[in-house]
């Protein structure tokens, strides 16, 4: 970080004037540190470019996975011993599939956990620390580092878009 | 859906309902938990007699070999049911009357998944023996027999206990974070450990949300698959009454019924102590006892369906059974049974019990003791009374049954009420999505 | 909802565009009667009363399980969609298909197997023919009434303040200035009705399935038999509402308006209720295959393992589940129009099949060692799609309005996630 930057946080009510503020920063010499809020919003995950994430190919991978380790699993064990319980072939299917079907869930969920991981570095403690207490509430936060001469310039600029403005 | 002609919420005022509901609790409230806790103590000093003694000192034996042990663990997975149609379900079809309701449920899920798995463990005896269930490689070359309905249970109920808790607590991060950014000291410790360092940032809100959706599509199927499994407890074998196909959208049907009741059960009170009526206003009561008319009906139909079709077979040993459901020892539960789920649910037709919090309330409990009756008609009516007239036979419960099944329900109500004034029992931030939601068309 | 009235020459207009779609419906019904009497002629009346009765209970299936779709968008799921709306076209079928069922009864020695046996403790009042015709008979009028009567009040919520064009149009309209109606007392009764019509529906299928299907192998049982059917009903219904509403979008000169996020929906749904299908299949399968009690599975092993219906099972299991599964998990195939016309008519061949393999090893046997089926099977079929091709187009030329968008439903729409 240079020496002579500031940070100024603005907190918007409505995530759509952040989303424009975040869009109608063009100045290379402004940089958006973080963008934050307490629920999900499309405006600001498209102002932010934000691409599609790929977690759902861990779920699928995992689900394929479980569908696989069900099925092998139960037919590798049932193998074991080949005795036929019931009039019930030592390899069936039929009841098998239950096997499989739960498996291929749950090694699809913990594949999403693992994705959800793995994209959002969570555990992240002291990431909190930095972070304006109002995203959590009631408000849609923006983050913007700039020189020290802009100071104003950017206050007045975010002031304009409806933020409320504060020094970090 | 009635309007209630209340004032949008703003997210604030979201935030301070719940979190008011966080502050430091008053003797009433520990009275009740030392009160459960005293409850669930008895349990146990039960169910300590009963491994001393064995299975005995409970009422089954021949030929009823499973009775309120198998009943009260249907009974829990079946409450577990509806708190996942509730969060994962109406999530996928973007009900707006989920939303206040869905942590509850939620956590009902979580807490009646637990309850129900001690049941098993109860009903082995010799509980030390449960690691037989556990398919890892032993010097007794033993595997699990994947082809019992038994071991489809085990891996059945592990992944729904699994995947409720990550859906839980996954969907609890964001209102954990809040919390945490408004406590202090020891509180604001445990929030700060809990939330993993939630911050709300929009790369982060990206994966979350995509993450939620998959979670609520891959519970989904878990809501029929579940159930089904533990039907099929009972419809894999041969006895009468056991062994027919409607077992499964049946018992899910049922489960459902009886969760939402509980659901009603549990909600009516917390809304009146808490002080929550704008969150969960009547329009979503009103919504949860029209889907209890549903599935009252599908109750119905069922029974209907399972007794037409005893005498449609002219099966000797299926006729004998629906006769000695309605006329013999088990006459008493069984009209409650029906009575209970598949006519009391219709007076929800008529607004005023609709809209009236005593009739929700009186009426679920009403259904809730009819869905208990119906697993126990079921599950002990098959056994006592099968195929052959010299092997038929009686149960009834003994009083180290009715301690342990005491013990239980005083430890599902203990975790939930520990859970509801320690952790949001609101979901703050699916509050804030449907307020931005109606804001942003404008309503 | 005020769709404008039309004037003359407009609504004329509209009715031609379907008029050679009218001319080749009415061609296929031709061709269908004809091999329907040649059957009979040649001295095969089994195969042609089996295909009757399976193309019956099919398209009858489409039409009961199509107005439910609407019904179920009006009472249980609020649906802004045109699909609804345009699912009221199926009731058209519902007075054929009440007068197609009272045309099986010359028919009755062929598609009753149990006429003649002998059954103990009053099933043999049951498996009558006179008390089974009227039972079903009634089951149907009521079925048919309360969705007609749905009908009424829908029509006249959407339709109602326009000017009539049509014979049918002016009497209805005559009706309605007679009553002199409110929309929200039409609206509640309409919801009243849509719940009524969807308990009916899943009492009177239950009860034809048993009747009309189970009973084929009147020794043979399933208590999720009913629940089965209906099920099957709403799946194969949807099917066949996503190819009208796809046919009428591409179609030139109709070119309705359905936007990508009522397909997405209408896709969705489709692939729940193939889900559900599949479900209460395997629901049966596990437990009679677990039972391994012959006297229930001789019926399945029948259908599903033995030759020469181990291939029709396969097809089934194919077109009914694999393929609508694995092509529906991808959310843009279900905008194509073309594409979701391609997998429902699948879907629709599907359950044809399942219907015919249901029947047919009860109903006399096989005609070919691979794919069990007769000449005459699709040839019927003909006629009976030819039917429901001109009683849906005569609906569409009463009431041209089904073709206009939903109001506000471009505006409101449910949007993608």
Redesign the interface.
Known sequence: MANNTVTLTALFQE?VRAAQAVRDITSPSWRVE????????EA??QA?R?KK?P??WF?LIGGLLGLVT?YG??SF??L??ELI????PVV?L??????G???A??F???G??I??IL??R???????ED?P?E????RFGLVVQCPAAELGELQAFLEERGAWVRRQ | MATDNTTPLSFAEVDQTVTRTLEPAGRLYWSVVVALLLGMGFGLVCWIYQILVGIGAGGQNNPVHWGTYLVNFVFWVGIAHSGTLISAILHLLRAPWRNPVARAAETMTVFAICTAGLFPLIHLGRVWMAFFMIPVPNQRTLWPNFQSPLIFDLVAISTYLIVSVLFWYTGMLPDLAAIRDRASGAKKRIFRALSLGWTGRYQQWAHYARSYLLFAALATPLVISVHSVVSWDFALGVIPGWHTTIFAPYFVAGAIHSGLAMVLTLIIPLRAIFGYQRIITMGVLEKVAQTIIFTGLIMGYSYATEHFIAWYSQSSVEMEQMAFRMFGDMAPQFWIMIVFNSLVPLLFFFRRFRRSLFWLFALSILINIGMWFERYVIIIGGVAHDFLPHAFGGYAPTFIEYGIMLGTFCLFFFLFILFVKHMPSVSMTEMKEKISEDQAHGQ | MGATAMTGTEANGKSKRFAGVGRLAWGMVLLGLAGFVAALLLGEPQIAWRAYLVNFLLFSAIAQGGLAVSAMASTVHVYRSSFPQLAEAFSAFFPVSLLLFLGLIPGAEYIFPWLGQDFAGGKDLWLSLPFLFTRDVVAFVLLYALGLMYLYYSLWLRVGQSAPQTGLRTWLAGIWSRRSPNPETYANRRFVLGILYLIAFAAVLSLVGYDLVMAAEPHWYSTLFGAYTFIKAVFVGIGALIILAAALHINRSVRMEIASWEYIDAGKLLLAFCLLWADFFYCQLVVIWYGNIPEETAYVITRTVQAPWNVMAGTVFVLGFVVPFLVLLNRRVKTLPAMMTGLCCAIVAGMWLEHYLLLAPALGGAESTVLPLSWADPVISLAFLGIMIRVVLGYLNQFPETLEPVAGSRLHGAGGN
């Open positions: 995530d973080r963008v934050c809020g307490p629920v999900p919003s600001i995950h932010l934000g994430t977690v759902g779920t069900g699993f139960a064990t049932s074991r011993w319980v019931s009039g019930k069936a039929v009841p098998f599939l239950i096997v079907f739960e498996l869930v749950l699809a969920v913990l999403t956990v994705g959800l994209h959002t969570l555990p992240a403690y002291g990431d909190e972070n207490v995203c959590t509430a009631d």
